[in-house]
């Protein structure tokens, strides 16, 4: 491999806050905390422009068959953010437009069968596979199965997410493989959990440990085949209760500025059981205890921010979902020692 190559490899610029670093398998967070999970940057940045396309073309995007450069004139840019697991594996790219032929030459007969969910961002694009195809649009949640052949490609430059797994795990929890080959699910209401959701895990997942991250691609499946529902008969795995809290924490940073956000909202939200989201939450005082102590820390956050400086307290608490500012105040002390106004100069 060229030292060009090597150079583009080895230095990255980030994806939605992901660490600006190498592949380290096993690498610590700093003290004694959990190891995080491996992951990787790779982006075109430090590769000369004529290069760029051969480069991305020969790394990132070497193991999905033939690529092709949509407009071979224009300049080329990408950069890609990594992250697996030995089951399942998520990339967030941002690229100029490509091509992408996988032909059965290309199909690893060895490999396991892994399913690919696509969450378009940006851009427009499209992708066939047995018999189906579609025109993908910013929103468009998609399909693929990389035991057979497919054509996709993009028209434009694009942002998207793709998560992949294993056959078995996703027709666990989604439904059958094969009759979701070729689709894709347009955007809709209905998606705006799971979608918020997979764009959430991408934004942080590189700082999570293995088991943050774990818990947090099941509540996506989880999620996902809500969307889908009735394509399978067969019953869909159960949340961990790891999974039941990351879901309900993310949906909680969602929503927390709605002043009737609670119990009963989440549940139905997100398909949780009410006795399972009461259950995740006992140990820690409870969920509507941990919906309170999330506006608290935002609250307490835009406090100490000197852009927010000019705010009237009373505004950042019923901004950050509160009713009631006696109530907020005391909950302020209880949690910080000190009241709202000690953080103002």
Known sequence: MSRALVAGMESGSTIEGAPNRRSQAGRCAVGSGPTLVPSLIETTRHIEPKRAFEFWRCTALAPFGDIGQRHPRERFSAKRLSVASADWSLTHTVSSPVEVEFRSRHVDRNAAAMVVIGLAVDGLGYQEQDGRGAQINAGDINFLSLNR??????????????LAVPRATFEAWIGRADAFAGRSLTRDPAGAEFRACLRSVAGSIAWMSADEAQAAVEGALHLLGRLAGGATEEP??????????????????????DPNLGPGEIHAALGISRSSL????????????????????????????PQDSKLKIATIAYACGFTDIPTFNRGFRRRFGLSPGDLRP
């Open 236 to 257: 869909r795995r159960e949340l961990s209760q790891a999974a039941v809290g990351s879901l309900a924490r993310a949906h909680i940073a969602r929503r927390m500025r």
């Open 149 to 162: 052949p497919f054509v996709a490609g993009t028209l434009s430059a694009y942002e998207e997410i793709r």
């Open 278 to 305: 009461y259950r995740t939450f006992a140990e820690s005082g409870g969920i509507a205890t941990a919906i309170r102590d999330a506006r608290l820390d935002l609250a307490r956050r835009r406090l100490a921010a």
